[in-house]
């Protein structure tokens, strides 16, 4: 009888796409098994293409992430327990660390159900793991399979790029790229503003990759994000040499991340957007601010990390800043500079 098998990690773009040396793993170890996996709208899609998942399940009960957009109508909570439980499933991974995530796997009647041991959950999983807050998601994730005894050969990213998100992508960049120049990403948004470094600090950055380095500058993101590249194209007092093409609100994910493959370089907050870019073997330069980059680093060896190492760094946000977000202000746009001319003009390491 083929195995039935559910893994559970819905939400953001970055840590959908840190699952994929997980999956890898496991469609290694059970090759004839049928694997689905409980993704979020929007972030899932870049799993749509992804040869170790057979079928992907969205999980759209709520939309308090900005990024969030579907056509498909919201269910209730009780809609997806019942359409697990109609699939019949042998075991469930659940990498997302939620008390909720756990309880719908129990629900659902999945009768063998491993996950992290966070948030007083321990109650719905059949084997508990801890969860090691110092470890890199990538290297947590595995620690899920290495409990459940599935063997873990490699640790590397994949991205699947569509055919037609190519051609879109392609069509695009003829549109508005000069071959003649290199191509920087520069993505001044992430999913929590607090991780967002000065906008001011964003069109320094700008003008001297267009005035001085010959670069030509993107950005991508959502609609709501157009306004922001707007506004820190007019803290910029001068002519540009070379504008920025703003394609905000313009591509769906899949067209995006095959713009991003073009790029010489991404440089940017900690978001989804860089990881896609280290997922696609694209180097960057990443600003960290209060986060982690030993737990939330792109995971590529071609990467640069901005931080800074005062005192309360990193708090990750779980306290109310009391510094006035040092860590990101002491990251100056010289040094950003620095890190992107050393990255922009080497060769790969490996």
Known sequence: MQVRILVVRYRFIGDTILTVPFLRNLRRC????????????????????????????????????????????????????????SQHYDKSYILKRSFSSAALC?????????????????????????????????????????????????????????????????SILSKYANNNLKKVMVHATSGNPKKQWKMEYFAQIIEKLSNEKNIQVFHLGAKSDRKVYENIRSMIKCDLLIEPVNLCGELDLGTSAAVIANMDLVFGNDSGTLHVAGALDVPTVVIYGPM?????????????????????????????CKNNFACLEQITPNVALTFIDEMINATKIY
Not at 42 to 48: A, M
Not at 57 to 81: A, G, L, N, P
Not at 126 to 135: G, H, L, N
């Open 30 to 85: 059970y090759p004839y098994a049928k694997i689905d996996m409980l993704v979020a709208p929007v972030s899932g899609e870049l799993l749509e293409t992804c040869p170790y998942v057979d079928n992907l399940i969205y999980f759209d009960t709520t939309r308090k992430h900005r990024y969030e957009s579907s056509k498909v109508s919201k269910k209730s909570f009780w809609h997806y327990v019942k359409l697990l439980r």
């Open 106 to 170: 129990a629900f659902a009647g999945i009768k063998n159900r491993i996950g992290f041991d966070t948030e007083w959950r321990g109650i719905f999983l059949t084997k508990k793991v801890p969860y090691d807050s110092t470890k890199h998601e990538v290297e947590s994730f595995l620690d899920v399979l290495k409990a459940d005894n599935v063997p873990v050969f490699d640790d590397y990213l994949e991205l699947w790029l569509k055919k037609q998100d190519v051609a879109e992508a392609n």
């Open 292 to 320: 982690d980059y030993h737990k939330w680093r792109v995971w590529n060896l071609n990467t640069k990390a901005l931080s800074t190492k005062i005192d309360c760094y990193p708090c990750n946000l779980k306290t109310k």
